[in-house]
């Protein structure tokens, strides 16, 4: 988790975002809906996003998980995380911790996206305030920084 | 959540003892995402669920000759990761995109997709189109059938309670041989089909003839996927031409038997269904001639 | 110089320092790293968890509620029904209709009837499901149009009609005698669900002393402090309400919800003597919580020849459910806004908002105004076809502009954009040469480009009183707080407030903070809804940093040893407007303040002017200051699937000024795509009274896959009412895309489909009535 490993015995019905949440107190990870259609409970699992709220805690046993307090820190922001500030694409938050994350694997994977694959990473993240534009041109500019080129 | 107990298996063999032990009220979970909710709801009560998805065992994309086999818990990420230049590869890489969403596709498999069984899983449809096996494997051996037969009803197969999915395989397309999926949903992603369509045409020598067709729809009487074998057989020796594409697509409209609910009537499905499968057969047609 | 001037004179200075810059938002850094607590990080472990017994049917008596088969399980701490409520049995935002906790009767799917409290909340959830409730079903009345025949099923015992109101201006019937042209068409808009991504929650304890504490998702403390407090049966002062990070809000989280949440938290709190919490789930949430009106519109519209619109009669109906919630002050706006933003010299309207036994419509962003502008903008496009002219020509033609009067009669000033927000629009969407070519597309796919028009009166207007009460701060760091009821919920308009006393006292903005709002330390100030946290509540601003500016001048006129007439501030500098060199920092001010005990903590009022106008026909000043907009959606139709793919959408908007230029371009953009969703395919639909689909899975709001190009066009033309003539920007941008889509497809088809969402169902099934 975030770099650290933890031994935990879970109950069979808690869920990964139940362990994140209650047991590890990561409250960055939000739970929507709970039946996987919006994405706010997003981690990265084994280097792809999940939907927390779908994968039993003993699932996610052995796996690498990043979460959104893994990401960057008050001194050395992740670029996205930069970028979003930058552009003012956070309005409520309750989709940032996701959208960064959804953001920061796709840059991790494909450090050269173009907008349409950005769209199509966060595409599993539902976000009501902000129409989706800014947090895409944020991840843009978070890829041309990270790659050296203007976006 | 309601309660139920978790088994983790350390290897196939003791997933399949377990569940020969545990014949009642025990279900296998892998990718968790139809299950789960489902779960939740209340729409499926279970005691045991056996985990499946740390058995890499059946995680696997082989060609084998001439078959291409797809281990039962390969997730639609691996699918989609396989850069597989061939025509089935394409088909494949074509449904993955369209399927849930990059959440979804991460965890959910092959294997849970199908024995979902209903017509919101986008890749039987496909996998019918393709006339592909199941494998399915139990502590007393294993065996095969055509995945037209393993779908019995709505949310019903044919697996047996110690029976675990294993594999789906099928045949390479050859050169003579085009595929097509359509999907028509509300919006653009994440989103469950109202209509799918999956077409699979083989022509002879000539290239002007079919030699065979497959065509499986995500509805065609009822509200699970099915072969339309009535128009697969009209199809049969028939030039691969404009006139040909319209009297298939009249006699499918004529085969539909779909319902009203309060996302789309049985009208605009019915439609649908015709202008999907009218564009796939041109699909394939176009493809073909390319060649 | 008065305050008065003094605010003119900030409004109308040329280069601002702050306002007009688009700097970050206050709270960017913590959402960028997910430090923000909301309700349900908050909880403490050893909170209960509550959850709902709701009504499985849409309306009935309750012959018999049993509670003993929950109350008996295991590790349930209490279960309540409305037996047990101290205090009054009430939870209405508007009109008493509405009960906390159903007894006798049930009159829509989903209301409360008890609740159930547990330390599990799975042992919850199954205990909620053990309570018994026998039903005695009634009929049920499901269209608002029934709902107003004399026989029908009545909701209530005192008839189904919510509200009543009508615009008489001059005479209709005139008005078509002079008509060469006539046009009668009716149209329907769907339920919208507001979705915010956090769905509704509440949270209460007992303190020491006895008091409720309510910490909770919500956009209005003090209405919840206030129907808390009647539940309990206490004073309001023994209850405090503090707002956590929102996740959203857009309407739900400022009328009966939040209510809802924290008063039955409060009730098992103070039952049990533990902390309590009400999360509730998405499903629970999109069938309980309120949504936007249906309305059913019909339209009759006449004209001369050339082009001039002579009357306009409307017949206005909405679907408010089973309980009123804000609707009667959504069919006032709509009513008001009927006939779009056009010239007309002679109007009726008559508008209801009708009770049914559907689930509950209240506040949603736009309040009536989306729903009007979609017939008013069809109607045009109809009107244009009809008379074979250009709808652009026809707007232009009739268009509101300064001098002209609105359907009430109020003359427009001059701080009216419309105009050059069309003219805008148009060309930066290449109107004419689309329009013209779009036409022509023959084949499966055919383009269409449209456009839609509008007029958004700010802030409450005829709706009630509309004040402020803003704090602000300066600490002895000189850290400067800017502390308000009014709800920051991802609007920015928290954030815009702190720039705008930014402004006003000559500071940057990094020594700007934002408290929580909260009544202990706030003073009550009125609702944040209809987009008037930056107009009303930027003006209180103002007025709050222009007392502290006083006292800051004032001492650094006694350290600098001058006239402090002649003192300025500037980035945090005070100086001599005649001696550059004769300067002072605001931090060493502030310093001097603190050792001399001179206060700097100021209250700002703010209290619009009434809106006055005559009841009757609605005919006077009914809005201090309007919103004006313009929007082109171009489309690509599929004619065989009736499959609708927005390409672009071009938006042109009056703001009258952009506190914050980025964050005007957010409400924009974020507007414009839950208006798309409100075109094409969101509809939450009641089968017999029953939410058919109350999951993510099956109602379906637009995805990052789904947005088309937008662009933001930003006019300015100061307002009479807003700090620095800001006009509201929080609401307009949902009002229009659904209408420009409609006329995009019907240029696109050549049919038209009067019903919103524009389906590919509809699309499809409209386009082939006319080839036929």
Same mark, same amino acid.
């Given at each position: 988790?975030?770099?650290?490993?933890?031994?935990?015995?879970?109950?069979?019905?808690?869920?990964?975002?139940?362990?994140?949440?209650?047991?590890?107190?990561?409250?960055?990870?939000?739970?929507?809906?709970?039946t996987?259609d919006?994405?706010?409970?997003?981690?990265?699992?084994?280097?792809?996003?999940?939907?927390?709220?779908?994968?039993?805690?003993?699932?996610?046993? %052995?796996?690498?998980?990043?979460?959104?307090?893994?990401?960057?820190?008050?001194?050395?922001?992740?670029?996205?995380?930069?970028?979003?500030?930058?552009?003012?694409?956070?309005?409520?938050?309750?989709?940032?911790?996701?959208?960064?994350? =959804?953001?920061?694997?796709?840059?991790?994977?494909?450090?050269?996206?173009?907008?349409?694959?950005?769209?199509?990473?966060?595409?599993?993240?539902?976000?009501?305030?902000?129409?989706? #534009? @800014?947090?895409?041109?944020?991840?843009?500019?978070?890829?041309?920084?990270?790659?050296?080129?203007?976006? | 959540?309601?309660?139920?107990?978790?088994?983790?298996?350390?290897?196939?063999?003791?997933?399949?003892?377990?569940?020969?032990?545990?014949?009642?009220?025990?279900?296998?979970?892998?990718?968790?995402? *139809?299950?789960?909710p489902?779960?939740?709801r209340?729409q499926?009560?279970?005691?045991?669920?056996?985990?499946?998805?740390?058995?890499?065992?059946?995680?696997?994309?082989?060609?084998?000759?001439?078959?291409?086999?797809?281990?039962?818990?390969?997730?639609?990420?691996?699918?989609?990761?396989?850069?597989?230049?061939?025509?089935?590869?394409?088909?494949?890489?074509?449904?993955?995109?369209?399927?849930?969403?990059?959440?979804?596709?991460?965890?959910?498999?092959?294997?849970?997709?199908?024995?979902?069984?209903?017509?919101s899983?986008?890749?039987?449809?496909?996998?019918?189109?393709?006339?592909?096996?199941?494998?399915?494997?139990?502590?007393?051996?294993?065996?095969?059938?055509?995945?037209?037969?393993?779908?019995?009803?709505?949310?019903?197969?044919?697996?047996?309670?110690?029976?675990?999915?294993?594999?789906?395989?099928?045949?390479?397309?050859?050169?003579?041989?085009?595929?097509?999926?359509?999907?028509?949903?509300i919006?653009?992603?994440?989103i469950i089909?109202l209509?799918?369509?999956?077409?699979?045409?083989?022509?002879?020598?000539?290239?002007?003839?079919?030699?065979?067709?497959?065509?499986?729809?995500?509805?065609?009487?009822?509200k699970?996927?099915?072969?339309?074998?009535?128009?697969?057989?009209?199809?049969?020796?028939?030039?691969?031409?404009?006139?040909?594409?319209?009297?298939?697509?009249?006699?499918?409209?004529?085969?539909?038997?779909?319902t009203s609910d309060f996302r789309a009537s049985a009208?605009y499905r019915?439609?649908?269904?015709?202008?999907? +499968?009218?564009?796939?057969?041109?699909?394939?047609?176009?493809?073909?001639?390319?060649? | 110089?008065?305050?008065?001037?003094?605010?003119?004179?900030?409004?109308?200075?040329?280069?601002?320092?702050?306002?007009?810059?688009?700097?970050?938002?206050?709270?960017?850094?913590?959402?960028?790293?997910?430090?923000?607590?909301?309700?349900?990080?908050?909880?403490?472990? *050893?909170?209960?968890?509550?959850?709902?017994?709701r009504s499985t049917v849409p309306h009935?008596?309750?012959?018999?509620?049993?509670?003993?088969?929950?109350?008996?399980?295991?590790?349930?701490?209490?279960?309540?029904?409305?037996?047990?409520?101290?205090?009054?049995?009430?939870?209405?935002?508007?009109?008493?209709?509405?009960?906390?906790?159903?007894?006798?009767?049930?009159?829509c799917h989903g209301?409360?009837?008890?609740?159930?409290?547990?330390?599990?909340?799975?042992?919850?959830?199954?205990?909620?499901?053990?309570?018994?409730?026998? #039903?005695?079903?009634?009929?049920s009345?499901f269209s608002?149009?029934?709902?107003?025949?004399?026989?029908?099923?009545?909701?209530?015992?005192?008839?189904?009609?919510?509200?009543?109101?009508?615009?008489?201006?001059?005479?209709?019937?005139?008005?078509?005698?002079?008509?060469?042209? $006539?046009?009668?068409?009716?149209?329907?808009?769907q339920f919208q669900d507001?979705v915010?991504?956090?769905?509704?929650?509440?949270?209460?304890?007992?303190?020491?002393?006895?008091?409720?504490?309510?910490?909770?998702?919500?956009?209005?403390?003090?209405?919840?402090?206030?129907?808390?407090?009647?539940?309990?049966?206490?004073?309001?002062?023994?209850?405090?309400?503090?707002?956590?990070?929102?996740?959203?809000?857009?309407?739900?989280?400022?009328?009966?919800?939040?209510?809802?949440?924290?008063?039955?938290?409060?009730?098992?709190?103070?039952?049990?003597?533990?902390?309590?919490?009400?999360?509730?789930t998405r499903q629970e949430s999109l069938i309980a919580h $309120?949504k936007?009106?249906p309305?059913?519109?019909?339209?009759?519209?006449?004209? @001369?020849?050339?082009?001039?619109?002579?009357?306009?009669? =409307?017949?206005?109906?909405?679907d408010?459910g089973a309980?009123?919630?804000?609707?009667?002050?959504?069919?006032?706006?709509?009513?008001?806004?009927?006939?779009?933003?056009?010239?007309?010299?002679?109007? @009726?309207?008559?508008?209801?908002?009708?009770?049914t036994n559907n689930t509950m419509a209240?506040?949603?962003?736009?309040?009536?105004?989306?729903?009007?502008?979609?017939?008013?903008?069809?109607?045009? *496009?109809?009107?244009?076809?009809?008379? *074979?002219?250009?709808?652009?020509?026809?707007?232009?033609?009739?268009?509101?502009?300064?001098?002209?009067?609105?359907?009430?009669?109020?003359?427009?000033?001059?701080?009216?954009?419309?105009?050059?927000?069309?003219?805008?629009?148009?060309?930066?969407?290449?109107?004419?040469?689309?329009?013209?070519?779009?036409?022509?597309?023959?084949?499966?796919?055919?383009?269409?480009?449209?456009?839609?028009?509008?007029?958004?009166?700010?802030?409450?207007?005829?709706?009630?009183?509309?004040?402020?009460?803003?704090?602000?701060?300066?600490?002895?760091?000189?850290?400067?707080?800017?502390?308000?009821?009014?709800?920051?919920?991802?609007?920015?308009?928290?954030?815009?407030?702190?720039?705008?006393?930014?402004?006003?006292?000559?500071?940057?903005?990094?020594?700007?903070?934002?408290?929580?709002? %909260?009544?202990?330390?706030?003073?009550?100030?009125?609702?944040?809804?209809?987009?008037?946290?930056?107009?009303?509540?930027?003006?209180?601003?103002?007025?709050?940093?222009?007392?502290?500016?006083?006292?800051?001048?004032?001492?650094?006129?006694?350290?600098?040893?001058?006239?402090?007439?002649?003192?300025?501030?500037?980035?945090?500098?005070?100086?001599?407007?005649?001696?550059?060199?004769?300067?002072?920092? +605001?931090?060493?001010?502030?310093?001097?303040?603190?050792?001399?005990?001179?206060?700097?903590?100021?209250?700002?009022?703010?209290?619009?002017?009434?809106?006055?106008?005559?009841?009757?026909?609605?005919?006077?000043?009914?809005?201090?200051?309007?919103?004006?907009?313009?929007?082109?959606?171009?489309?690509?139709?599929?004619?065989?699937?009736?499959?609708? @793919?927005?390409?672009?959408? $071009?938006?042109?908007?009056?703001?009258?000024?952009?506190?914050?230029?980025?964050?005007?371009?957010?409400?924009?953009?974020?507007? $414009?795509?839950?208006?798309?969703?409100?075109?094409?395919t969101e509809q939450l639909i009641h089968v017999n009274g029953i939410v058919a689909n109350p999951t993510l899975g099956d109602y379906y709001i637009?995805?990052?896959?789904?947005?088309?190009?937008?662009?933001?066009?930003?006019?300015?033309?100061?307002?009479?009412?807003?700090? +620095?003539?800001?006009?509201?920007?929080?609401?307009?941008?949902?009002?229009?895309?659904?209408?420009?889509?409609?006329? =995009?497809?019907?240029?696109?088809?050549?049919?038209?489909?009067?019903?919103?969402p524009?389906t590919?169902e509809?699309?499809?099934?409209?386009?082939?009535?006319?080839?036929?």
């Amino acid at each position: 988790m975030n770099g650290k490993d933890h031994a935990l015995i879970v109950d069979s019905t808690e869920r990964l975002l139940d362990v994140l949440r209650d047991r590890l107190n990561l409250k960055g990870v939000k739970e929507g809906c709970g039946t996987g259609d919006c994405g706010a409970c997003t981690v990265i699992m084994d280097g792809h996003l999940v939907n927390s709220c779908l994968v039993l805690a003993v699932q996610a046993r %052995d796996k690498r998980i990043t979460t959104i307090e893994g990401v960057g820190t008050r001194e050395k922001l992740h670029p996205v995380q930069k970028a979003i500030m930058k552009y003012n694409a956070a309005q409520c938050g309750f989709c940032i911790p996701a959208m960064v994350l =959804a953001g920061k694997n796709l840059l991790d994977h494909n450090p050269t996206p173009s907008r349409e694959e950005i769209k199509e990473a966060i595409s599993g993240v539902l976000c009501r305030c902000t129409g989706y #534009y @800014k947090l895409v041109t944020s991840i843009q500019e978070a890829a041309g920084e990270m790659s050296g080129v203007k976006a | 959540m309601p309660g139920f107990n978790v088994y983790v298996p350390l290897s196939l063999d003791d997933a399949l003892r377990y569940l020969e032990g545990n014949p009642t009220d025990t279900l296998p979970i892998a990718g968790s995402t *139809d299950l789960l909710p489902r779960i939740k709801r209340k729409q499926v009560s279970v005691r045991n669920l056996v985990d499946l998805s740390g058995l890499t065992v059946l995680k696997y994309i082989k060609r084998d000759q001439t078959k291409i086999r797809i281990g039962a818990l390969s997730t639609i990420a691996d699918l989609e990761e396989q850069r597989d230049d061939s025509a089935s590869g394409r088909l494949l890489n074509d449904v993955t995109k369209k399927f849930g969403s990059p959440n979804i596709r991460s965890v959910a498999t092959v294997g849970g997709n199908i024995c979902a069984a209903s017509s919101s899983e986008d890749l039987i449809p496909v996998f019918l189109a393709l006339d592909a096996e199941v494998r399915a494997v139990s502590r007393n051996g294993a065996r095969e059938m055509p995945l037209k037969e393993f779908i019995a009803a709505k949310r019903k197969t044919a697996l047996q309670p110690d029976e675990i999915l294993a594999e789906i395989s099928f045949s390479e397309l050859n050169a003579r041989s085009a595929c097509s999926f359509q999907k028509l949903g509300i919006r653009n992603t994440l989103i469950i089909a109202l209509v799918s369509v999956a077409v699979l045409l083989e022509v002879d020598e000539t290239r002007s003839n079919i030699k065979s067709a497959r065509i499986a729809l995500n509805r065609l009487r009822g509200k699970i996927p099915q072969r339309a074998e009535s128009v697969e057989e009209e199809l049969l020796g028939q030039r691969l031409n404009e006139q040909t594409i319209r009297n298939a697509t009249e006699m499918l409209g004529d085969e539909l038997m779909l319902t009203s609910d309060f996302r789309a009537s049985a009208e605009y499905r019915h439609e649908a269904a015709k202008v999907l +499968f009218r564009r796939a057969l041109a699909e394939c047609q176009a493809s073909i001639i390319r060649k | 110089m008065t305050q008065t001037e003094l605010v003119r004179k900030l409004r109308e200075a040329d280069s601002y320092v702050v306002v007009g810059k688009s700097v970050q938002r206050l709270d960017a850094l913590d959402k960028v790293l997910g430090l923000p607590l909301y309700t349900s990080d908050l909880a403490p472990k *050893d909170a209960l968890k509550v959850k709902v017994v709701r009504s499985t049917v849409p309306h009935a008596l309750i012959k018999r509620i049993d509670t003993e088969p929950a109350k008996r399980m295991p590790g349930v701490s209490a279960v309540l029904t409305a037996q047990d409520i101290p205090g009054l049995n009430e939870a209405f935002a508007l009109l008493p209709d509405r009960p906390l906790l159903a007894s006798t009767k049930v009159r829509c799917h989903g209301e409360a009837i008890a609740i159930v409290a547990a330390h599990d909340t799975q042992i919850a959830e199954d205990a909620a499901g053990r309570v018994i409730v026998q #039903y005695e079903p009634l009929p049920s009345v499901f269209s608002p149009v029934e709902a107003m025949k004399p026989d029908s099923v009545r909701v209530h015992d005192g008839g189904n009609v919510a509200k009543y109101l009508r615009v008489r201006k001059g005479d209709v019937n005139e008005g078509f005698r002079q008509a060469d042209v $006539t046009i009668e068409n009716t149209y329907k808009t769907q339920f919208q669900d507001p979705v915010p991504m956090e769905p509704e929650v509440g949270m209460a304890w007992v303190e020491k002393d006895g008091s409720i504490t309510c910490v909770g998702s919500m956009q209005t403390p003090y209405y919840v402090q206030t129907g808390v407090a009647k539940v309990l049966g206490v004073s309001p002062d023994k209850v405090r309400v503090i707002q956590a990070t929102t996740g959203g809000a857009f309407g739900p989280k400022s009328d009966e919800m939040p209510v809802d949440t924290c008063a039955l938290s409060a009730l098992v709190a103070q039952k049990t003597g533990k902390p309590a919490i009400l999360a509730y789930t998405r499903q629970e949430s999109l069938i309980a919580h $309120t949504k936007r009106h249906p309305f059913v519109i019909t339209l009759k519209t006449g004209a @001369k020849n050339d082009g001039r619109l002579t009357a306009s009669e =409307a017949l206005v109906v909405s679907d408010t459910g089973a309980y009123a919630s804000l609707g009667p002050l959504v069919i006032i706006r709509a009513c008001f806004h009927a006939t779009g933003p056009y010239v007309i010299p002679h109007v @009726k309207t008559d508008a209801y908002c009708m009770y049914t036994n559907n689930t509950m419509a209240g506040s949603f962003r736009g309040f009536g105004s989306p729903q009007v502008h979609f017939a008013a903008e069809c109607q045009m *496009d109809e009107l244009a076809r009809k008379l *074979d002219v250009d709808p652009l020509d026809l707007r232009l033609k009739n268009m509101l502009r300064p001098g002209t009067l609105t359907a009430t009669s109020q003359v427009v000033d001059d701080a009216c954009g419309l105009e050059e927000c069309t003219k805008r629009a148009i060309e930066a969407s290449g109107w004419h040469a689309k329009r013209a070519e779009f036409g022509r597309d023959q084949g499966v796919f055919r383009r269409g480009i449209g456009i839609a028009l509008m007029y958004h009166g700010n802030s409450l207007g005829p709706e009630g009183n509309d004040y402020a009460y803003v704090h602000i701060l300066v600490k002895p760091d000189a850290k400067v707080v800017v502390r308000t009821a009014l709800t920051e919920y991802g609007t920015g308009a928290s954030s815009g407030l702190a720039q705008i006393a930014a402004e006003t006292l000559g500071l940057p903005i990094d020594l700007f903070e934002l408290d929580r709002p %909260d009544t202990a330390t706030c003073h009550e100030t009125g609702p944040t809804v209809a987009s008037r946290v930056i107009v009303t509540g930027g003006r209180a601003t103002q007025l709050a940093a222009l007392k502290v500016r006083e006292k800051i001048l004032t001492v650094a006129g006694e350290l600098l040893q001058c006239d402090r007439s002649k003192l300025r501030i500037k980035d945090g500098i005070i100086h001599h407007s005649d001696d550059p060199l004769r300067t002072i920092t +605001f931090r060493k001010v502030v310093e001097e303040c603190y050792k001399k005990n001179v206060s700097l903590n100021e209250t700002g009022f703010y209290s619009a002017p009434k809106c006055d106008f005559e009841q009757e026909n609605s005919q006077g000043t009914t809005y201090l200051q309007y919103t004006y907009g313009a929007v082109v959606a171009e489309i690509q139709v599929d004619i065989e699937l009736g499959v609708v @793919k927005p390409l672009k959408i $071009t938006t042109a908007y009056d703001v009258g000024r952009a506190i914050n230029p980025l964050s005007v371009e957010g409400q924009i953009e974020g507007g $414009t795509v839950q208006a798309l969703g409100y075109g094409l395919t969101e509809q939450l639909i009641h089968v017999n009274g029953i939410v058919a689909n109350p999951t993510l899975g099956d109602y379906y709001i637009p995805t990052s896959l789904d947005i088309p190009e937008i662009q933001t066009i930003i006019v300015e033309y100061p307002g009479a009412v807003g700090p +620095f003539g800001a006009k509201a920007m929080g609401e307009p941008p949902v009002d229009l895309p659904a209408a420009a889509l409609a006329n =995009a497809i019907t240029h696109a088809t050549g049919s038209r489909v009067f019903e919103l969402p524009l389906t590919a169902e509809r699309v499809l099934f409209a386009t082939k009535e006319k080839r036929l």
